[in-house]
């Protein structure tokens, strides 16, 4: 049973627009969060994290927020550019523990 | 700045055949893991290691073998392919197993079996 989930399998945003990622978990023991982006024939690579005692934390351009009565976290991508454009992975763990992984939201970037 | 090293990139294999694949970091982690990827689902984890000459279980263990003889590689072996076993194999590796912890990915494995 997925306990990490991405229910949009795809979005489009045009250039300079925010994108918004919605990602939701069901294990409330997860108290820590993070964003990977990942190119075609490449890894994952790491772009934000957070901790559930914080619902909000930025990094230039990407913010993810954390609202963890609901189970869910976003990641904001403000202005979006083509660049951007990949897979996003939401991934949560319950400190220590084994890291969960959604299915991925592909993000195309228009310019 | 070579980070973690997966070998071969692509390979075939036919039912029953068997084969290894390697994962090489340089950043000396401690922690090192192995992951699927399937269209529909998220990265699952398959063995992981905490450290030299340790290994452990992880989500879908089965039909697959690990090793930690150094502490910069891990193997990942398949005694007898399946087709099940078709996917895009994903090394990572870390540097401690707590809180802040980030996965430093290789750029994957993409294995057929027919």
């Known amino acids: 049973d997925q306990q990490v989930k991405q229910n949009s399998p795809s979005l489009s945003v045009q250039e300079g627009r925010i994108s918004i990622l919605n990602c939701d978990y069901t294990n409330s023991m997860f108290d820590y969060f993070l964003w990977y982006k990942k190119y075609p024939a490449e890894g994952p690579t790491f772009l934000i994290s957070i901790s559930s005692i914080k619902d909000k934390n930025e990094d230039g351009r990407f913010t993810v927020f954390l609202n963890k009565s609901a189970k869910h976290l976003s990641l904001h991508i403000v202005p979006s550019q083509p660049g951007d454009s990949a897979v996003y992975f939401c991934a949560a763990q319950n400190t220590g523990n084994q890291f969960y992984f959604g299915t991925g939201t592909s993000l195309t970037v228009i310019p | 700045n070579a980070g973690v090293t997966q070998t071969p990139k692509f390979r075939v294999l036919k039912t029953g055949q068997s084969m290894t694949l390697l994962c090489a970091q340089d950043m000396n982690h401690e922690y090192m893991y192995w992951y699927r990827q399937d269209p529909g689902m998220g990265l699952r984890l398959i063995h992981y290691s905490v450290g030299e000459g340790t290994t452990a279980k992880g989500e879908v263990p089965d039909g697959y073998n690990v090793s930690r003889l150094k502490k910069q590689n891990f193997l990942l072996g398949l005694e007898s392919a399946a087709p099940s076993q078709t996917s895009v194999y994903f090394c990572?590796?870390?540097?401690?197993?707590?809180?802040?912890?980030?996965?430093?990915f290789g750029s994957g494995t993409q294995l057929s079996v027919l």
């Open positions: 990572a590796s870390s540097d401690r197993g707590g809180w802040d912890e980030k996965l430093f």
